[in-house]
């Protein structure tokens, strides 16, 4: 377990002051949390300052395309059973954001972090976990992210001689072939309905078979490992053959998956299932995602999806039509520049349900959705979409900064 914090040298006190001073001037400035500015001053003049703070601390890294922060903040919830937690909540996932995020959690035990995926083995070489969670990896940000296959690899070189436990997702063939590198893994079956990045073997590049749940690739026998965790229905099935209710107030197929996940995890650190789930439940927004506000007397709820997969998850919560529906895209360097990945998205799912677009690209969208014979109408604000809309609770769906944005205008 960890132990107590030793004492950071007159150097590293000095970058941890100078970071919170600088963090409060940001939020003073209306400039958000300030919680990445503040880690940048703190790792400029503390370049070692991640591996101090984090050195008491039993550290859990989650990375993934697609659900790291709701996982973090699950397992964290669960972790809390057994003593204090630190955790980058806010999903401020580099490393500026994840040293301030360390360095304000001296009195913890476990530091519960969020990676971006590509800096996954650096803070993993700086911190030194005791367990890494691995999701998903699937196309995003296409003109930032290394090509999928890329990163995997880099997963499996950074991963490879690594202490820590690995939980790993069994479904996707892109993380196992990550995760293998490792001695010790735990294999979880959480699941994957984005297939299109991974119908290549990430071993030889020969054609991925996929029989029912199954995977493997014909031509050099990489396959899916035995999970000995697994999603059943709205059970968690742990090594033994128990089954686990799922107690979650967040939606949809994927949260159960992140759920599994997450059990899985606490069950490293010693937290029943029952104990782990039980606690999850008390989770109802992550950072927004999923909250349902009131604007304009109207509900509206909103929720996240940055990428083909997790558009894909997301149009699975939106009920039948016609309930009415606010699509929201930008390009911003948070996003990603390139808007290409529109055309991987299946919105003939939307057919039937009134429909407003808005954001930086909401003529990119709009033509998307013209090719996919479904109706819309293009508004200029979210206040007009909102207006535009009948009757009934509004889904709104954005992409980061878009939902930032919608965020700030009603009111959440």
Known sequence: MAGNQEPLSPRAKFAVTAGRAAAAVSRAAGRGSGSVIGGKVALRLDPDLLAQVAHHLDVILVSATNGKTTTTRLIAEALRANGGVVSNALGANMPAGITSALAGGSDAQYGVIEVDEKYLSTVARDVTPKAI??????????????????????????????????????????????????????????????????????????????????????????????????????????????????????????????????????????????????????????????????????????????????????????????????????????????????????????????ICVIGDRKLDLAVRLEVAGVGFQVCESADEAVRACPPGRIEAIANYTAFQDLRRVVGN
């Open 133 to 354: 969670a691995l999701l998903n990896l699937s196309r995003d940000q296409l003109d930032r992210a290394a090509e999928t296959r890329m990163l995997a690899e880099r997963w499996r070189e950074g991963l490879s001689g690594s202490k820590a436990v690995i939980i790993a997702n069994a479904d996707d063939p892109l993380v196992v072939w990550a995760a293998s590198s490792s001695a010790n893994v735990v294999w979880v079956a959480a699941g994957q309905e984005w297939k299109d990045d991974a119908w290549s073997c990430p071993a030889c590049g020969g054609v991925m078979q996929r029989p029912g749940d199954d995977w493997f690739c014909a031509e050099c026998g990489f396959r899916r490992p035995t999970p000995s965790w697994a999603l059943s229905g709205d059970d968690v099935l742990d090594p033994h053959g128990s089954a686990w209710p799922i107690k979650l107030q967040l939606p949809g197929r994927a949260n159960k998956a992140n759920a599994t996940t997450s059990a899985a995890v606490a069950a490293t650190f010693g937290v029943p299932p029952q104990v782990a789930l039980e606690r999850m439940h008390s989770v109802t927004a992550v950072a927004g995602r999923y909250d349902v506000v009131t604007f304009r007397d109207r509900e509206v709820r909103l929720l996240l999806a940055k990428n083909p997969a997790g558009w894909l998850e997301t149009f699975s919560l939106i009920d039948a039509p016609p309930a009415p529906v606010i699509l929201s895209v930008n390009a911003r360097g948070a996003d990603g520049t390139d808007t290409s990945w529109l055309w991987d998205v299946d919105y003939s799912r939307l057919a039937g349900h009134p």
